[in-house]
């Protein structure tokens, strides 16, 4: 009974977008509209010097959990430069992260520098990879490699992938640089996003490596989601270090916010446009 008043009293206030007009509104975290829930955070740099990195790593995996605990995620996406340059950071980063309760995926960013080979045996997936659940698909795709490169997506993985849940009602894609030259280092890949374009049941493309982005960035229709980063320096970048929660609804919205990471801080409602 407490936990239920206490999330009875859970309001926020959030922005509501559609056709690209952005109004105010109020939410009930504890609603019952939410069929299907993840969680995704980036550039958690472990291994950065000066800088209090396994703390980072332990109070996201905290507060992780904390908030699976009361709205349950089916998985969450550590989306990039989950170590800083040397591969030697790799397994204790991910040991550091095998605390999570939701499961896991991981994508390759820029500065996870280690070759394929050792991404699949440390993580047991390979560097791009897609799983469904129902009648949803998630892809997950390099942007970077073992030399930390900025790159477009494998386009011909993705065409490939793309065409497989061609059926599914939803496609969700993680990679970790932003594939458009929106942001200070983005890369632009516009062949990325004329392949997305032939697919309408793409719903959305989540981003890490710009650490100081946490909005959403709307392009043909579909929009593009940062997280900001969960660890790194103070030199540039949200002044917290987070996640984001996304939730869709019953109606077929897509509800998503910010976890800074004690409290929600930014919360959009995306309606229903492209999916299928």
Request: hydrophobic share 35%; glycine share 8%; net charge positive.
């Amino acid at each position: 009974m407490e936990r239920r008043v206490f999330l009875q009293k859970m309001f926020i206030t959030g922005a509501l977008i559609t056709n690209g007009r952005l109004a105010y509104s109020f939410f009930n975290a504890a609603d019952d509209k939410v069929v299907f829930r993840f969680t995704v955070a980036s550039d958690g740099h472990y291994g950065e010097k000066e800088t209090p990195y396994e703390q980072y790593f332990a109070t996201a995996v905290r507060r992780i959990n904390e908030h699976h605990s009361l709205f349950p995620s089916k998985f969450v996406v550590i989306n990039g430069d989950i170590i800083h340059d040397d591969p030697g950071f790799l397994q204790p980063a991910f040991q550091a992260l095998s605390g999570l309760k939701p499961k896991l995926y991981v994508t390759q960013g820029n500065h996870d520098r280690v070759s394929p080979e050792v991404w699949q045996q440390t993580w047991g997936m390979p560097l791009n990879h897609d799983f469904t659940m129902g009648n949803r698909a998630f892809l997950l795709g390099t942007t970077s490699n073992e030399k930390g490169t900025y790159l477009c997506p494998d386009m011909d993985w993705f065409a490939d992938r793309l065409e497989k849940h061609k059926r599914k009602k939803e496609v969700y894609i993680f990679i970790h640089i932003t594939p458009k030259k929106w942001t200070r280092y983005g890369v632009d890949c516009p062949e990325f996003h004329e392949l997305l374009a032939k697919y309408p049941n793409v719903r959305a493309v989540f981003n890490g490596h710009d650490h100081d982005h946490d909005d959403i960035k709307m392009s043909g229709g579909i929009p593009f989601l940062f997280d900001g980063r969960f660890g790194a320096n103070s030199r540039w970048g949200t002044t917290y270090r987070g996640f984001r929660v996304v939730e869709v609804l019953k109606n077929g919205d897509l509800r998503t916010y910010i976890m800074n990471p004690d409290q929600q801080i930014l919360l959009e409602q995306l309606k229903k446009q492209n999916a299928q």
